[in-house]
């Protein structure tokens, strides 16, 4: 039950973890075959940030890329999805080198603040991206908004989902 | 408990991702129909049809009972929350990433090797 128990036993794969701790936090883990340095490294210089930010299942591609990293520096995304485009900006409200990250997202007055950690032990790094929500309505419009980035299979399945939720609710009156 | 049902949510993605499978789900969603009414109904065998009905009964989708000659099927006892599965598509989402990230680490790493080799040079 424990992720980093999991993670250990399968070297190969390190297994992502999501949790939602409350009504307004997510938490998702993994761990890094590298040290904190590097992984510090690749979510901080946009030349590296830009090669694994947008994998190519989002069926997003990334525009530009800019970061000041640096407490009051901002950050600004700029994605393009089919004919459409959009942006993922903020600014930095902590950086600790190697260890720790802070950011907010400005896109609407209901962003979340990001806090990632990185914890070294034995040459590889335990991530830990906590993301607080204003409220349980923001976390969850966010939550539709990633899933609307993923691959049209997840909209089909949700279809379906809806379809089965509606037809077997109805069975159970 | 995450975990269990990220396992469970495995088998279910699998079991969906036939378009047989997900039209046999539809239907048991209106009514129950036995093995020899979907297999009319989606004009196959009743070897196929149990082979399709098998695998959703295995990720817990789909029941059958057996009563006199007839196997009928319907829909559950296990039904996908709407919550898990947005938080395993998020959690798609994030893995998709982090193995991109997995392969910057590498490559970050093998050039740490080379550059450290050549100022012992």
């Known amino acids: 039950m424990d992720a980093r128990r999991e993670s250990e036993a399968t070297p190969m794969k390190n297994r992502t973890t999501v949790e939602r701790k409350s009504e307004r936090e997510l938490v998702v883990t993994r761990t890094f075959n590298g040290p904190a340095r590097i992984v510090f490294e690749a979510w901080t210089k946009p030349e590296l940030f830009k090669q694994w930010w947008v994998p190519k299942s989002m069926g997003m591609s990334l525009l530009s890329c800019d970061m000041d990293v640096r407490v009051g520096g901002k950050y600004r995304l700029q994605f393009a999805h089919g004919d459409s485009q959009s942006a993922f900006f903020g600014t930095y409200k902590e950086v600790a080198p190697h260890s720790r990250l802070v950011w907010t997202n400005e896109e609407s007055d209901e962003g979340s603040v990001t806090t990632v950690t990185f914890e070294e032990k034995g040459g590889k790094t335990l991530l830990v991206m906590h993301e607080l929500y204003p409220s349980k309505d923001a976390l969850d419009a966010a939550g539709t908004g990633a899933a609307d980035a993923m691959v049209e299979t997840f909209a089909q399945l949700d279809e379906l989902l809806v379809t089965l939720g509606a037809s077997s609710g109805r069975r159970d009156k | ?121």
């Open chain 2, 1 to 121: 408990m995450v975990q269990y049902t990220q396992a469970r949510l495995d088998d279910s993605f699998a079991a969906l991702s036939d378009a047989t499978r997900r039209g046999v789900l539809e239907q048991l969603g209106r009514s129950d129909a036995s093995i020899t009414d979907l297999a009319e109904r989606f004009h196959m065998t009743l070897t196929g049809m149990k082979k399709h009905v098998g695998a959703l009964e295995q990720a817990g989708l789909v029941t059958t009972k057996k009563v006199g000659r007839v196997r009928t099927c319907r829909i559950g006892p296990r039904r996908l929350e709407e919550e898990t599965a947005w938080i395993e598509r998020y959690r798609q989402l994030w893995d998709a990433r982090f193995d991109e990230l997995d392969k910057v680490v590498e490559e970050l790493k093998r050039k740490e090797k080379v550059n450290g080799r050549k100022k012992r040079e």
